[in-house]
């Protein structure tokens, strides 16, 4: 049947150079230098420090987020609601359209 046609490698054509041969290097170890001495880390971040002004004003910020989500998700609730109540009404109505259409004939 089809054979595949396996492909030859031809011989390189292009400029050869001939590798490059590293001469060694003699490695001469360095003077020992003593680690520093530690030294104790900064804290990178301030603490925190709730006064009750700054607590106050998180619960309030809270609630107002609550709130505002909350009125979010009910009126797409409603939204949906009065939707979904508008297309039954319009279903019933073609459905009543059709069956007295139906029945004159």
């Known amino acids: 049947m089809l054979r595949p046609k396996i492909p ?11 590798p490059v041969v590293v001469a060694p290097t003699a490695v001469v170890p360095s003077a020992q ?9 900064v804290p990178s971040r301030p603490t925190v420090q709730l006064t009750p002004g700054t607590a106050l004003a998180l619960v309030g910020g809270g609630t107002a987020v609550v709130l505002v989500v909350g009125a979010v998700l009910v009126s797409m609730l409603l939204a949906v609601a009065i939707t979904g109540a508008s297309v039954a009404v319009c279903a019933l109505v073609i459905r009543s359209l059709v069956h007295a259409d139906a029945k004159r004939r």
């Open 8 to 18: 030859t490698n031809p011989t390189p054509a292009g400029h050869l150079t001939p």
């Open 33 to 41: 230098v003593p680690p520093p001495a530690p030294v104790a880390p």
